[in-house]
């Protein structure tokens, strides 16, 4: 079983930075037990979205259109975190941001075994 805690969401401006976090429990991130990341978002009145995705050792990443060169998704597995670097929000980035991890070693838009609570990111124009 694994447990994931996301953290740093807040309100901001746009074009304003924010970094969230994901701390990982109950599993390490090892050799030996590989697991891909993702971040997704869920704004009011939508579907849950794909934003984000790391493979284990962070040798891959890949993002949804709508961030693509604003947003960077990084690990550190000695800390069993996962980051989300956000630059140049915009209004339409508000939404509960979810940290996901799968089972597998590679990169995934949609098939993740355990997720986090959400942390809100809400930024005004």
């Known amino acids: 079983q694994v447990q994931l805690v996301e953290s740093g969401g807040g309100l901001v401006q746009a074009g304003d930075s924010l970094r969230l976090s994901c701390a990982a429990s109950?599993?390490?991130?090892?050799?030996?037990?590989?697991?891909?990341m993702g971040w997704f978002r869920q704004a009011p009145g939508k579907e849950r979205e794909f934003v984000a995705a790391i493979s284990w050792n962070g040798g891959s990443t890949g993002y949804a259109a709508s961030v693509k060169g604003r947003f960077t998704i990084s690990r550190d597995n000695a800390e069993n975190t996962v980051y989300l670097q956000m630059n140049s929000l915009k209004p339409e980035d508000t939404a509960v941001y979810y940290c996901a991890a799968r089972g597998s070693a590679g990169l995934s838009t949609n098939n993740y075994d355990y997720w986090g609570q959400g942390t809100q990111v809400t930024v005004s124009s």
């Open positions: 109950g599993r390490t991130f090892s050799s030996f037990q590989p697991m891909g």
